[in-house]
């Protein structure tokens, strides 16, 4: 375990949210001034906050939600945690490409998706490294799928911890808390200007929940921020998943699992005694942007195609067609358009190299194309590339 910001302000948490070390953090922050200056004068200062790079074997925003689930998973005797998601899941992905570091045997419960080369890499690295990989006709059958490997942990006497999509809950939430201090820790050390907004793609809503608060809590502390960025979270699943309701409500379902570890309300935090945010402060942070998506989640989009070649070119993190092409997007348009600055992208796909797909690993670990036998959809889905 090791010292994250979410930690280190909020010492009650320690105990009660342990996290697992999966990732190297805080991840940099650097400025594009190639992209600034391609969009002309008047252009405000543009940033990214890399967490692409968040970890080694494999980054992006779904490394910090893990770190708390896998805890969680361990804390409560789990040998197993199950990710649940689209064929080509970052989140599944990751989990498979972790779990076995800090003990956990990773599976997948995963549902069709629209074609794309990311998501065929992310599918045939988790059928590969992955342990009891299950694929699902439709996402509606997940509740079957869920009961189906309830029944098969009696049967062999295992305990699994399954996740969410996403890993959206409360406690999931808290890694991207964390993560908002950690930027603001950034801010106040004068790593970066402090921004007006922060842009990031919203999928589960996990991940904008978490920074909503965050921002908030941190501004109120008065650290690196008096007012928080504004969280402008750009939609890569469609309403209501990802209604800005939705998402405000997570944010305070997390700050009500603070208050009741001790973080908020009453009691004291490192730098004084802190209230949980209303609702109405949090609706007011939070601006959702549902134009880019498309013609829905996971297809590809000619502005996301065009955000990912200017990044490309003028010195941004590599995106991806799914989640970061299309807030890569919003945010060149909101750079445009933006009377103020600075403006900070969230890159949150990784950018790590993937290990390869159907070959063992060093460790011996890692299954070849004939357990694509029991998995006809996804073979299917791989062979459509
Ligand atoms: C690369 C990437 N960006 C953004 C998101 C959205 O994050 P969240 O699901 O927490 O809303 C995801 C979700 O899977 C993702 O994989």
């Known amino acids: 375990m090791s010292e994250r910001a979410l930690h280190v302000h909020f010492p009650s948490l320690v105990r009660a949210v342990p996290m697992a070390t999966l990732g190297a953090f805080p991840t940099p922050v650097m400025p594009l001034p190639g992209l600034r200056e391609r969009l002309g004068a008047g252009t405000p200062e543009l940033w990214v906050k890399r967490d692409d790079q968040s970890a080694v074997a494999y980054g992006g925003n779904k490394v910090r939600t893990l770190e708390v689930l896998f805890a969680e998973a361990l804390a409560q005797g789990a040998t197993r945690i199950v990710s649940t998601g689209a064929f080509g899941s970052n989140h599944a992905a990751a989990t498979v490409l972790h779990a076995r570091r800090v003990g956990l045997e990773p599976g997948a419960l995963l549902f069709p998706q629209p074609q794309s080369a990311a998501a065929r890499e992310n599918l045939a690295v988790t059928v590969t490294h992955g342990a009891r990989v299950e694929e699902l006709p439709h996402w509606s059958f997940l509740p079957y799928g869920l009961a189906r490997a309830h029944l098969l942990d009696k049967q062999r006497r295992e305990r699994s911890y399954v996740m969410v999509p996403g890993g959206a809950t409360p406690l999931g939430a808290l890694g991207y808390v964390s993560a908002a201090f950690e930027l603001a820790g950034q801010v106040a050390r004068g790593e ?30 008065g650290l690196g921020f008096r007012v928080p960025p504004r969280v402008v979270a750009v939609r890569v699943t469609p309403w209501p998943v990802t209604s800005h309701a939705r998402i405000v409500q997570l944010a305070l379902r997390a700050a009500e699992l603070m208050e009741r570890y001790g973080a908020l309300g009453s009691a004291q935090g490192s730098t004084g005694s802190l209230s949980a945010p209303g609702r109405a402060e949090l609706e007011a942070g939070l601006h959702v942007d549902g134009r880019y998506l498309g013609l829905g989640y996971g297809r590809v989009t000619p502005g996301g195609l065009d955000a990912i070649a200017r990044f490309t070119l003028d010195g941004g993190p590599p995106l991806d067609t799914g989640y970061s092409g299309k807030s890569g997007a919003a945010f060149l348009d909101l750079a445009r358009d933006a009377a103020e600055g600075p403006l900070l992208f969230w890159a949150t796909k990784s950018s790590a190299a993937l290990p390869p797909a159907f070959e063992a690993g060093p460790s011996g ?15 299917a889905f791989l062979e459509a590339g």
């Open 192 to 221: 970066l200007p402090a921004p007006r907004a922060v842009v990031l793609a919203v999928g589960s809503t996990c991940t904008t929940a978490g920074l909503l608060l965050g921002f908030t809590l941190a501004a109120r502390l």
């Open 365 to 379: 670990l890692g299954r070849d194309r004939s357990v694509l036998r029991d998995l006809p959809r996804m073979r």
